[in-house]
């Protein structure tokens, strides 16, 4: 396990030069779907301090299997949503800026423009309340359950992000690398949007052009790189 910790390791720390996470917010994880088990930040750790020896390993029960620390708070999410999207090797938890905002807000992130479209397509959902007993109860399951509630009838593959309602933005991908980027993304769309809803509040994106530019970079057409 310890290439998926060294993994998971420099995607951690990738979240702090992308500058989305101050001091211990956030974590990353990355799952090994044939012995099942997911590598995670430990909770409560500084990142300047973090070393591949601290991820911790869990099985799918939330069990650790390996490691001296305790894992993430947020395990039991990551571990829903693994559950859920069996396709994903990799989830990202961070409060950044602006996403964090229109999560508070309680709002969906629409797309306006082709930066957003490049990456995800259509708008980022925003997940609905959650049942007070069911919060109460197991907090961080729960957030899970919440985001898989709101992927019902949703790809999460084309649209590897989502808005936990009051509390910040998750984002997933194949790998760590790649769920890290897609938070990065995330957070330059969010921002943008802020700003384009300040500029002209009335502003909108054809969906034809959302399509152009999300299909030239993802699936079997795609003719962005080399």
């Not at 947020?74 to 571990?79: E, V, W």
Request: aromatic letters at 8%; proline letters at 5%; a negative charge.
């Amino acid at each position: 396990m310890y290439y998926l910790k060294e993994q998971v390791l420099e995607a951690n720390l990738e979240l702090v030069r992308r500058g989305l996470v101050i001091y211990t917010w956030g974590n990353v994880s990355a799952i090994d779907r044939e012995r099942g088990l997911v590598a995670i930040k430990p909770s409560g750790v500084n990142y300047d301090t973090l070393r591949a020896e601290d991820i911790v390993v869990v099985n799918m029960d939330g069990e650790a299997v390996e490691g001296w620390m305790k894992p993430s708070v947020d395990t039991r999410t990551h571990l829903e949503i693994y559950k859920a999207f069996p396709s994903i090797g990799a989830v990202v938890h961070t409060h950044s800026t602006y996403a964090t905002a229109w999560a508070q807000a309680g709002l969906d992130l629409p797309c306006f423009g082709t930066t957003h479209a490049d990456c995800f397509c259509g708008s980022i959902p925003c997940t609905d309340p959650m049942d007070a007993a069911a919060m109460m109860d197991d907090y961080e399951r729960e957030t899970g359950r919440a985001i898989v509630r709101r992927f019902e009838g949703l790809d999460p593959n084309i649209t590897p992000a989502v808005l936990v309602r009051s509390h910040g933005p998750f984002t997933w991908g194949e790998n760590a690398a790649k769920a890290v980027y897609n938070a990065t993304v995330l957070e330059e769309a969010a921002k943008m949007a802020y700003i384009t809803l300040d500029l002209n509040p009335h502003a909108k994106c054809q969906p034809e052009l959302q399509e152009v530019h999300y299909l030239r970079m993802h699936g079997p057409k795609a003719t962005y790189g080399q």
